[in-house]
T-cell receptor, first 110, second 113 residues
């Protein structure tokens, strides 16, 4: 199973881009990278996922390195409501199993 | 769509009591999951189901039971509550295998005293 490594915490100024890194050096060729976030006390929320190409949706962008050993989640214009714990997850094979680590606690400040 | 709903929102149990946490989804998803989250920790998978009548254990199944008689419902049963089961419980669902986009409910906060 591919394990992920994320910094425990990060800060970002409101309106600036938040770049959250994730290392997944043991990822297999057919394993996706998923990002979820959890705002205080709420259920986790899906953000974005990708395999090898960069992806963008209305919430964020995902940049995956060419060797797929790391990725970066980008929130282009962070707001106070983006303060949350962000989880980078590489699900192992099988029935959609998400394994949540400690994640990165992002604090967006005015 | 209401998405994934959970009841109750909060419950206090005495040691040895039993209860059922309810989870319902209206998205016609085949896959459903139960997670628990202890304070300051990530989520851990308790049980999951790939369709009506099919369930399997996750990382931390001891002390829990599940059933899946319909596509919509996936209740979690605690038979003999213990203080170690004090946690926040999240139910989730997803559409199909290979698409790990899971939709989570708001959670049930359980306190066992």
């Amino acid at each position: 199973d591919a394990k992920t490594t994320q910094p425990p915490s990060m800060d970002c100024a409101e309106g600036r881009a938040a770049n959250l890194p994730c290392n997944h050096s043991t990822i297999s060729g057919n394993e996706y990278v998923y990002w979820y976030r959890q705002i205080h006390s709420q259920g986790p929320q899906y953000i974005i996922h990708g395999l090898k190409n960069n992806e963008t949706n209305e919430m964020a962008s995902l940049i995956i390195t060419e060797d797929r050993k790391s990725s970066t989640l980008i929130l282009p214009h962070a707001t106070l409501r983006d303060t949350a714990v962000y989880y980078c997850i590489v699900p192992p094979g099988g029935y959609n199993k998400l394994i949540f680590g400690a994640g990165t606690r992002l604090a967006v400040h005015p | 769509n209401a998405g994934v709903t959970q009841t109750p929102k909060f419950r206090i149990l005495k040691i040895g009591q039993s209860m059922t946490l309810q989870c319902t989804q209206d998205m016609n998803h085949n896959y459903m999951y139960w997670y628990r989250q202890d304070p300051g920790m990530g989520l851990k998978l308790i049980y999951y189901s790939v369709g009506a009548g099919i369930t399997d254990k996750g990382e931390v199944p001891n002390g829990y039971n599940v059933s899946r008689s319909t596509t919509e419902d996936f209740p979690l049963r605690l038979e003999l509550a213990a203080p170690s089961q004090t946690s926040v419980y999240f139910c989730a669902s997803s559409y199909k295998r290979g698409e790990e986009t899971q939709y989570f409910g708001p959670g049930t906060r359980l306190l066992v005293l």
